[in-house]
Structures are given as C-alpha cells and as structure tokens.
C-alpha cells in the first residue's frame, strides 16, 4: 500500500504542532480527519475479500442465534437487542419460564430505532435503572451517537411512555440512583465546580419529584481531584442502606453510610472494595490488611456481621485467599449464599459458600465445565417477598473454541441445566488451544494463550495475531470470538492473547505490579510473549502483528517504539498515546492512579521513557500502523490517535488513519459500524502479514 498523504512538516521549534488536532469537532481538524478517513477506506476496501469480510462479520452480529443478556427484575428478565432488523435496539423483557424455550416470547418496551426517528435524534442505548418492587418506573439513559455522556429520562414501564413532567436530565456523565419512586440521589453537571478534574460528578444532591433540579438538596460532596462522587442504594426490605462516597483515584474510595439526613463515615482500608448484603458486610482487599492482630493478604475476600463491623469489630470468615496461580475474579450473592467465580492460571473454577446450622460458614466446589471462562449471575430479586429464584441463577461457559453456553443453576442442589447455547461460527475442527508461558525482562512468568489455525505448523511462517491489554486489574480471559474465527483462523491466522501485568490474571499484586513508574513491565511483557513466539518458531516479525485499545493502544503506541523490528503490522485502537497531555484530555485525570501525574517532574521522568507519542522518531523503521479512534468517544480523546498519526505521517512512518464520526469509546454506534470497522482492520492485517486465501 501506498503512504497516507503527509500532514506538514514537523517544525524542530515547536514541541507539540499538532495540539490543533486536540479540537473534536474543529472544521479543520474534521476536514483532516475525513482526508485521512477516505485514503484509508480506498487502500483497504480494495483488499480482496474486504466485502465478503465485512458482510459476514455484520452477519455475525446480527445473528439471532445470540444468547440474550438478562437481568432480573420482579417478573420479568430484561435485555436489550440489536439485530439487522433493529440496529439501534429493542429494550425489551421476558420470563425465566420463556426463556428457556428455543424462541422466547419477548414483549418490546421500547423501540430505539423508532424514538431516534421520531425524536431526530442518534439516539444510541446507555442504560436502565429500574425502581423495582411493585413500581413501574425506571430512567432510561440515552446517549448522542455513542458517547459516555448520557440524557437521562424517566419512562413508565406500564404506558411505555416517556413522562414529559417526570425526572430528566441533559447531556452529561451523571451519576443517578433511585432512593424510592419520588426521590433521586443525583450526581451531575449542576454548574461551575460541580464536576471533578476528571469531569465526573463532584456533589451528590437529593431530588425530589415535582421540584426543579435546581432546587435538589446537597447529601455529599467530594474533592475536586477525585476521580468522582457516587451514590449506592440497597433496597433490601430490612435492610435498607444509602451508601455516598468519593473515588480519590481509579483504585481507592471513602464511602459513608448516610442515615436520618446524617453521614456515618465507614472504616476501612482505602483501596478496598466493601459491600453489604443483607446482615453481611464483603470485603475485596486490594493490599495487605493488619487489623484485630491479623493480617489478611491482598486479594483475599472476607465476610463479617455489618452491625458487629460498624461498631468496630474486625472478625472475618475469609470466602477467599489466593495462591500464586489463584485469583478471585468475581462473586455474587443468591438470597443465603456466596458464589465465587475463582481464576486458577486464567481459567474459572466456581465455589459456593453457605452458612451450616452452627453459623459457621461452609465451602464446596460446584461441577462446571472447565477449562475456559465462567461467569455467574445470581437471579435474586430482594425485593420479591419469598423470592421463588432465590437461590437460582446463570452461569456462562465460553473458551476460545467452544460457542458460549448458558446454564441455569440451583444453589440449594448445584444442579446444572444448560438452556441456551450459540451455534459455532465457524469450523473449529482441528483447530487448538495451547497456554505458554514467556520469561520477561526481570523473570516474571507471562502466560499466554495461543489459538492453532488447522494444519498450522510451528515454521515461522503462520501470520499471527497478538493481543493484549494489560492495565486496570483488567483480565484476558478466554473468548469465543466469531469474528476472529471467520476473518482469521478460518483462513490460516494464529491468534494469540497475552496475560501480560497490569490486568488481573493474578489478582491486584499482577496489576499492582505495573503501575506508574513500573508500567514498564506491561510492555516488557508483552515483547517477551512476542519474543517466545518467534522463539517457538510460530511465527516470525514479518508475519507478527498485533492488535489493543484504549490502554491497550497505549500498549501498542509503547512497544512500537521500543521494538519496532519485532512487528509488521500495529492496529491501535481508541488509544492513549501523548501521555504528557493525557491526565488534561476528557476522563484522562481519572487514571493518574494507573500511570502518574505528568506534571510531577518525577513522575513524568518515567512516564517520558515509555509515551508513544514523544519517543516515536525520524529515522527509524517502524511497523506499519493502523490507527482506529471515534469523533464521539468522549472517554479516551480522539486527540491521541489523530496526534500520533500525524507526528508520524510527518516524519515519513507508513500509516494509515481512520476515525468513525460517531461510536464512542467502543468506536461503533450499531452493529453495521463495528463489522466495517473489523473488516478494515483485518484487511490491514491480511494485507501486512501475508494474503488473504479466497474463498
């Protein structure tokens, strides 16, 4: 492919020239984004089977044959759907009992494709909050083309209309919770100094109905450093708590329980996740926690009697503790048990704890299917009186090779009954699945998984897709991806998935052992899975290329700079790239606790080393690059992408640019958006690393 047309010069006097790109919606920035837009689309829609390509992927996600998310509320299981037919989406509900059929019986509540055309608006699904109980009402939160900034509205669920003199809020990154059907806790943009430097909520009102907004009375106020202020309700009849707090950074909260219009500051460690449920507090611990003449170890989950904890007590039943392969990756809570979902070297095992006759608390294993990646959701409504799902709930199965399958759990027998599972997308015969491990810089085992196109061979010839992401306690866990399955290993393509530090493979210590000034080692890592493929002779540079967003195009903004002779290929999505600017750039300040602060001299010493988009130089032969970012992503700013292409488009680097005008963090609006992203970006991919058999 030909180079994308130079932007101008890079001027040696100037330090950032391109800080005009930083404009979203500027004529001129917008004219250079559409210029680069069209090159892109030529060069890569002319790739042979680009059409076919991207005509399956739609296929894909728009199939039926997809397993429906639910959530439980009273009667009813609710889900939100996008198909060809709907590509804005039904909100929509169901029974368990219908459910379980092959082809449930859905009744539509909200049309979304029918309100953006009569509303004229792009109109894009952000949520719902439901009373609950007997109450019919809920806010619907709505979002302009995909952004995180969301237009609440209050709908009735027994009219399926919107209440014209109901609770509504403008466009804004809000914070709502239900208190009861007459009263909100609401955080938003209520004026000067009411959001944080990360651009969240800093103030936490009471809202009653009938009144203006302007009126809602002050409950909590946070810092303006924090990331944000939020409000938590448990509507648990007896056990009714409001919970408000701050966030300082991404990792760590204050919280406080707020009760007679007074706030009752809870104590615990800072970086601790603490939940109540029912007569039960829950405590996740992120670092190691000395109290009551114990220490509990990091990641370890504890359970104690709330009223015994707010008066001080420290006694715990651990639910969980962790080994050096075993981490804790979720739990959840039926009406008398705790469901853990346990990561044993990345894949899930499922354990239940209930409390025996004596109040001692009892652990057992529950028979999943193994190895991949579980995730369980209990059904329990708290507030249905004698609740006849109580102990029911959903349980997931899905590996790189195996479609996802859906099982419906008893937690008083552990009987399994599987009722939904999504057709395969493609032949995985003959394909396999293996889980290596590299050596990184400083000794550290990375495990890595690798998927066997069939009839592949270990002769460094395979293209071969790496992935990975590695911040945030974020973990890579298995997938069945059928997209990846049709447009990759269906034609020959590795792919790979790297557990690189930063996530939370290994619970908070693997993430923990990645941040600010060691956020090297996620990048270390990731070159030494890089390095042992080309060791183990699955592939080699020329046909290596690899793939990540957001923090995972940080990820590859980094290791382009650092290695580029170990690539051929780079597709950086929706990334962070001048992290000189990153913490002054939309939601960017929130993650100052992952990276630093680049405006503390010493923090900006390391946070120099490694940022992609002033290390990348003249001179140098760099891989070529895809950058994939969204006009409306209002989370990581287009700003990076668009910067760091032209910095390189500038120094005379072969790249390649595209940014969908709406679509937000996720870069598409509708399902036909991400296919035409997808076949883009695997048409670039063919077209590096080697071509495309036809089919």
Request: charge should be negative; hydrophobic fraction near 40%.
């Amino acid at each position: 492919m030909a180079q994308t047309a130079a932007a101008t010069p890079l001027p040696s006097t100037e330090e950032d020239p391109f800080l005009w790109l930083e404009d979203v919606e500027g004529e001129r920035a917008l004219n250079w984004v559409r210029e680069h837009n069209a090159t892109s689309r030529k060069l890569l829609e002319a790739e042979p089977g680009f059409a076919d390509t991207r005509q399956s992927l739609q296929a894909i996600l728009d199939s039926k044959e997809r397993i429906p998310a639910v959530v439980r509320r009273g009667d009813w299981l609710y889900n939100f759907w996008r198909d060809e037919k709907n590509p804005r989406g039904l909100w929509r509900r169901t029974t368990l009992q219908s459910f379980q059929l092959a082809a449930p019986t859905w009744d539509v509540i909200l049309d979304l494709d029918a309100l953006a055309r009569d509303e004229k608006e792009n109109w894009v699904w952000g949520g719902v909050q439901q009373v609950g109980g007997p109450s019919n009402r809920c806010l619907i939160s709505l979002s302009r083309g995909g952004a995180d900034a969301k237009v609440v509205r209050e709908f009735d669920l027994a009219t399926r209309r919107f209440l014209a003199d109901g609770f509504s809020l403008p466009e804004a990154k809000s914070e709502v919770e239900w208190l009861d059907q007459d009263h909100l806790l609401v955080g938003t943009d209520f004026g000067p100094s009411a959001l944080t430097d990360s651009g969240y909520p800093r103030v936490i009102k009471l809202w009653k109905r009938g009144t203006p907004l302007s009126a809602a009375s002050t409950v909590y106020e946070g810092q303006k450093a924090d990331v944000a202020a939020f409000a938590s309700v448990d509507p648990t009849p007896g056990f009714e708590r409001v919970v408000v707090g701050r966030s300082p950074d991404f990792y760590t909260n204050e919280m406080a329980l707020w009760q007679d219009g007074k706030l009752l500051p809870i104590d615990k460690p800072l970086d601790a996740q603490l939940s109540f449920w029912r007569q039960h507090v829950l405590i996740k611990l992120r670092s190691d926690w000395t109290v009551a003449g114990r220490t509990w170890p990091s990641g370890a989950l504890l359970l104690g009697d709330a009223a015994a904890y707010l008066k001080g007590e420290r006694h715990f039943t651990a639910l969980f503790t962790p080994t050096s392969t075993r981490s804790l990756d979720a739990y959840t809570t039926t009406g008398q048990q705790v469901l853990l979902s346990v990561m044993d070297n990345v894949a899930n095992r499922v354990v239940a704890w209930r409390q025996g006759a004596q109040g001692q608390w009892v652990e057992r294993a529950i028979d999943t299917p193994f190895p991949g990646t579980l995730q369980v959701q209990a059904l329990h409504d708290p507030q249905v009186a004698q609740d006849a799902l109580a102990e029911q709930y959903l349980l997931s199965y899905v590996d790189f090779l195996t479609p996802d399958s859906l099982y419906l759990g008893d937690a008083t027998t552990d009987r399994l009954v599987k009722i939904k599972s999504r057709p395969a997308f493609f032949d995985a015969n003959g394909m396999k699945v293996e889980q290596h491990f590299a050596t990184s810089k400083d000794g550290t085992r990375v495990p890595y998984f690798v998927v066997w196109p069939r009839g592949a061979k270990a002769d460094g010839s395979n293209p071969t897709l790496l992935y990975g992401y590695g911040g945030f306690e974020v973990s890579m866990q298995p997938w069945y991806s059928a997209s990846w399955g049709q447009a990759w290993l269906a034609h020959g393509g590795v792919a790979v998935v790297a557990n690189i530090r930063g996530g939370g493979e290994y619970g908070p210590a693997w993430h923990q052992a990645a941040v600010k000034a060691n956020k090297q080692h996620s990048y270390d890592d990731f070159i030494a899975v890089a390095e042992d493929l080309v060791a183990r002779k699955i592939t080699a540079p020329k046909h290596l290329g690899i793939m990540g967003g957001s923090n995972g195009g940080l990820l590859m903004g980094a290791v382009l700079v650092q290695r580029p002779d170990l690539f051929n290929a780079v597709v950086c999505q929706v990334p962070l790239l001048d992290m000189k600017r990153f913490n002054k750039l939309l939601a960017g300040a929130s993650w100052m606790a992952e990276y630093g602060n680049p405006d503390v001299p010493a923090e900006w010493a390391y946070i120099s080393r490694y940022s992609p988009y002033q290390n990348v130089k003249v001179g140098v032969t760099y891989p070529k690059v895809f950058f994939v970012t969204s006009t409306r992503d209002d989370r990581v700013h287009p700003g990076h992408a668009r910067k760091m292409a032209a910095r390189m488009m500038a120094q005379g680097h072969d790249v390649l640019y595209y940014e969908n005008i709406e679509g937000g963090h996720g870069s598409a609006a509708n399902n036909a958006q991400l296919a035409d992203r997808q076949a883009l970006e695997f048409a670039f991919l063919w077209e590096q690393l080697g071509p495309m058999p036809q089919r």
